[in-house]
Nanobody, 124 residues
Framework: QVQLVESGGGLVQPGGSLRLSCAASGFTLNSLAIRWFRQAPGKEREGVSC?????????YYADSVKGRFTISRDNTKNTVYLQMNSLKPEDTAEYYC????????????????WGKGTLVTVSS
């Protein structure tokens, strides 16, 4: 059974850092593109980042996080990470990893699998 489990969220001060993890079971993570989304209270869900399948992966970042967030994958742990630096209050949201079963980070299709999310709160 395919399962995605996020972890690593928490409370951090503005300017701080967090690393989110997305651990997969039921499939090999590097065979699919993995996406991070976030949803802040009262706002629509937005795509944050994506890493494509394969040994040499391409990555995508939303303009709002470019230069601050880095997505990566550890194939030995079947886990995707989202390193978040220079966090801002507007980064506060529930963060989800997901896959539409595509290999590429083009515009997402129907998301087939979602994790349950991990909450990131950026506040002083």
């Amino acid at each position: 059974q395919v399962q995605l489990v996020e972890s690593g969220g928490g409370l951090v001060q503005p300017g701080g850092s967090l690393r989110l993890s997305c651990a997969a079971s039921g499939f090999t993570l590097n065979s699919l593109a993995i996406r991070w989304f976030r949803q802040a209270p009262g706002k629509e869900r937005e795509g944050v980042s994506c890493i494509s399948a394969g040994t040499i992966s391409s990555t995508y970042y939303a303009d709002s996080v470019k230069g601050r967030f880095t997505i990566s994958r550890d194939n030995t742990k079947n886990t995707v990470y989202l390193q978040m630096n220079s966090l801002k209050p507007e980064d506060t949201a529930e963060y989800y990893c997901a896959t539409d079963l595509s290999m590429y980070c083009s515009a997402p299709g129907v998301i087939h699998y979602w994790g349950k999310g991990t909450l990131v709160t950026v506040s002083s």
